[in-house]
């Protein structure tokens, strides 16, 4: 075909052209032809002409005036740069629709021109190059500024070129001349282009090993001073790909100081800047405790806040996020990322749409939680958690329930506000939906025992519970197979459900009862197993003698229904709770010594108490210095003391008498001066010479006040259980 | 008669006095009372009337403390996206 014919023809012109200009012989890129070093060293060509034409023999005037036109548009086509000046092509399409031969020539010509330019300039650019770099590394320690400023200028030039930018970086003196010129220079374009011939190098293994050996680091994080947007620019993603890709480069960063002077950079406003910045924190922090201190020290905290608060760029959020996340779990960081207000900030971002920010934050809250029970402005970020309970997302749960179990920790602010936006029911919908996952369940229950006490909308919380069907899921969770924590979490929340009187049947139904007798007893088991009282037992991290406490505590509440009580006292409790007066543990013996004295309010449990021998432990328990023990104790005394001989009530009477004056100093004096001696106090009960007390002298005027007492409690009179409870003051 | 006001106080005005204290405080704390100790309660009103500015003002007896959850113990690395 004639067309291609002249393709080929045209081609082979351009190349005989080239040729003169750059090259003594044929690469062979038309002809074919190999390029042979014979053994002197020096280059020939091969080569063996086989061309083929086809000429046509005596065209008319009109084809050859028709084929110089068309050779002039195939040539106009493919190589546009070689029109002179003036001249102009006619093209010769007529329809539209139809392409000329030219035209569809075009297209694969300017892929075989590409083609060409890309083999042409490979070759040469690199020949040039490897000539040049020797030269070029001199020029760049030249004394004259201006010398080195031209050969900064043309190494960068030639790194835009791949043939040649692997010469260079193949050159260990090349890329430490480059290196040695940016730091020396007191010329702003140098250090730009000798920062731009680093930042390409860095784009390859080889380069970025050159950079590295050649001392780059310290030179590049020195250039992060520099008042020149581009260097930095520069300066930081190379560092960036060093510390991706390059090994060793994470600690030659952090011996160059390369932390303190990237934490300021977090004051620059380019959003893309401060994710390369941002993500170089991240790799050098990660895992390493001396970074994370030295960012802190530096501002980073606040710097990191800033950006999460003022920034909509998503990449940007995210690599902060994850410099966060190594943060928060560093003790010294944690409080100082709450202060500058890193809570609010994170909680800002959770309802988006970028997946992993949310997580990223997520993950965050919940490690900073711990140290911002007492943030103030936390209100929407607490919202945003319960509505979060809602996810099936088992990462969103245990994040979400683990931040509210925290925030809700002795803040009485957080709990009334979780409490009347839905948390409860919330976190029982949380509690059914985590099942066997610990990580959900624990928080979640902590959540709601917290939300159920000490505030003031506890009440509201305890009632909500049971409106929300919780009671049943809830005692479910004593059962086998015992993850302790949730144990313990869900008789602490037993325990403050029972505060609510209407919860108490509930409660009952439910089977509470039953399932927490049987887990005090194989606790208590548990913790006589060990000879001396500084063994522990530790389950799951959780002491048997917290359950045991646990136990005690939530069936003390559960007490205070009569059919409660009653049930109780029916499994046997009593000696065991006896036995816990005794208990080493203050907690212990709070509790045992209250749910007696509920039990106590039955006549029959009374006798069962004494008949335990109570009674000694519970009046060495009058002298506690907790008033809590020292009131439960007395109350019981005086229960089981009601049908007891006088003497054994006078010796209560002295007793409590002398116990509780530890709490009146002054009473104590006077009482003091106004009785006889106190050793006819302590005679042995069963002398006959027991020292008439003060009560079996009074006269007529007064009745004396255990016939008074007797007279109030008659056996006769039934107590009624349906007597509502008192109200507590 | 008034005990209350005598100024010495004798040991079964003590007495009274310090389980007027503890039945009290029971309340307080929420528990419950006999019937044959709400009457002493009654019976003894003026020392009741004394004894209650002199209760603690604090909570006695409010069940386990809030505790916080620990979770900062590891790092964990997320997937470079």
Known sequence: ???????????????????????????????????????????????????????????????????????????????????????????????PGQQTNVQRLAEPSQLLKTAIVHLINYQDDAELATRAVPELTKLLADDDAVVVNKAAMIVNQLTRKEASRRVLMQSPQMVAAVVRAMQNTGDMETARCAASVLHSLSHQREGLLAIFKSGGIPALVRMLSSPMESVLFYAITTLHNLLLHQEGAKMAVRLADGLQRMVPLLKKSNPKFLAITTDCLQLLSYGNQESKLIILANGGPEGLVFIMRNYNYEKLLWTTSRVLKVLSVCPSNKPAIVEAGGMQALGQHLTGSSQRLTQNCLWTLRNLSDAATKQEGLDGLL????????????????????????????????????????????????????????DVAEPAVCALRHLTSRHQDAELAQNAVRLHYGIPAIVKLLGQPHYWPVVKATVGLIRNLALCPVNQAPLRDAGAIPRLVNLLLKAHQDTQRHTSSSQQTYQDGV?????????????????????????????QTIPLFVQLLYSYVENVKRVSAGVLCELALDKQSAEMIDAEGASAPLMELLHSSNEGIATYAAAVLFRISEDKSSD??????????????????????????????????????????YPPYIYSDLGVDGMPLEAEMHEQYMPEMAYDPRQAYPEPL | MNREEAPGKSPEEMYVQQKVRVLLMLKKMGSNLTPSEEAFLRNYAGVVNAQMSQLPQHNIDQGAEDVVMAFSRQETEDRRQ
């Open chain 1, 1 to 95: 075909m004639m067309s291609m014919q002249m393709n080929e023809a045209e081609g082979s012109v351009k190349v005989a052209e080239w040729q003169q200009t750059y090259y003594a012989h044929d690469s062979g890129i038309q002809s074919g032809t190999t390029t042979v070093r014979d053994d002197e060293g020096t280059e020939y060509s091969a080569k063996k002409y086989a061309v083929t034409t086809t000429l046509v023999e005596n065209p008319t005037e009109v084809e050859a005036q028709y084929t110089l036109t068309r050779a002039q548009r195939v040539r106009a086509a493919m190589f546009p740069e070689t029109l002179v000046e003036g001249e102009a092509v006619l093209s010769t399409q007529t329809d």
């Open chain 1, 543 to 571: 002491r048997m003698e917290e359950i045991v406490e646990g136990c005690t505590g939530a069936l003390h509440i559960l007490a205070r229904d009569p059919v409660n009580r009653g049930e109780i006292a029916s499994m």
């Open chain 1, 648 to 689: 054994y009530r006078k010796r209560v009477s002295v007793e409590l008498t002398h116990s509780l004056f530890k709490h009146d100093p002054a009473a104590w004096e006077m009482a003091h001066n106004a009785v006889p001696m106190q050793a006819a106090y302590l005679a042995d009960e069963l002398d006959g010479g």
């Open chain 1, 383 to 438: 919202q945003v958690l319960v509505g979060q309970l809602g996810s099936d997302d088992v990462n969103m749960l245990t994040c979400a329930t683990g931040i509210l179990s925290n925030l809700t920790c002795n803040n009485s602010r957080n709990k009334a506000l979780v409490t009347q936006c839905g948390g409860v029911e919330a976190l029982i919908h949380a509690v059914l939906r985590a099942g066997e996952k610990e």
